[in-house]
T-cell receptor, first 119, second 115 residues
Framework: AQKVTQAQTEISVVEKEDVTLDCVYE???????LFWYKQPPSGELVFLIR??????QNEISGRYSWNFQKSTSSFNFTITASQVVDSAVYFC????????????????FGQGTILTVHP | NAGVMQNPRHLVRRRGQEARLRCSPM?????VYWYRQLPEEGLKFMVY????????ESGMPKERFSAEFPKEGPSILRIQQVVRGDSAAYFC?????????????FGSGTRLTVV
């Protein structure tokens, strides 16, 4: 069974600090996808990134960067120079692709990390 | 191109009443997933539907909950005889084809409060 663990329940930083949100996953499949979503106080889910298991390149998008390491089953998310608007709950999620190459792809979410950025 | 539309945004029901949550997927998307987010928890998969078919309902409680995605119209998540423990945010997501490589678009959720 697949599992996603976000060990950090809450993180509090001061604006302009860098912050890393950890995500560790478990899966028996060799093909899978990893996601990060942001849930701001307004409650909607905002897609941030999707990464497949064959692409271990790190990715940077503005102040956001992701570090995918299959050897440690981790997909960590770093926000550089954090801002108050980054305050939200962040979810890491995993979706397996079955051995047959098809999947209905339901997502397994971590418990989420509450990030609070203080001015 | 409207996103995934969920309504209502907020729903209050008394214990024992029925709750109907609607999800209109993005245009061209025929795959719908429902998730439930209990207070201070992550999202949990409930059910996956394609048009007129339930593909996977492994996350649905065995009683009182049902889902449908008719040929015409939105997907409906129905909760009969609601109890306080049903209070949660219910999200739906849609995708154009099966599989995570096609991505998912989430709606804004329906917050159900049972009083």
């Amino acid at each position: 069974a697949q599992k996603v663990t976000q060990a950090q329940t809450e993180i509090s930083v001061v604006e302009k600090e860098d912050v890393t949100l950890d995500c560790v996953y478990e899966t028996r499949d060799t093909t899978y996808y990893l996601f990060w979503y942001k849930q701001p106080p307004s409650g909607e889910l905002v897609f941030l990134i999707r990464r497949n298991s064959f692409d271990e390149q790190n990715e940077i998008s503005g102040r956001y960067s992701w570090n995918f390491q299959k050897s440690t089953s981790s997909f960590n998310f770093t926000i550089t120079a954090s801002q108050v608007v980054d305050s939200a709950v962040y979810f890491c999620a995993l979706s397996e692709v079955s051995a047959g190459g098809t999947s209905y792809g339901k997502l397994t979410f971590g418990q989420g990390t509450i990030l609070t950025v203080h001015p | 191109n409207a996103g995934v539309m969920q309504n209502p945004r907020h729903l209050v029901r008394r214990r024992g009443q029925e709750a109907r949550l609607r999800c209109s997927p993005m245009k061209g998307h025929s795959h719908v997933y429902w998730y439930r987010q209990l207070p201070e928890e992550g999202l949990k998969f409930m059910v996956y539907l394609q048009k007129e078919n339930i593909i996977d309902e492994s996350g649905m409680p065995k009683e009182r909950f049902s889902a449908e995605f008719p040929k015409e119209g939105p997907s409906i998540l129905r909760i009969q005889q609601v109890v306080r423990g049903d209070s949660a945010a219910y999200f739906c997501a849609s995708s154009p084809l099966a599989g995570p490589n096609y991505g998912y678009t989430f709606g804004s959720g329906t917050r159900l409060t049972v009083v």
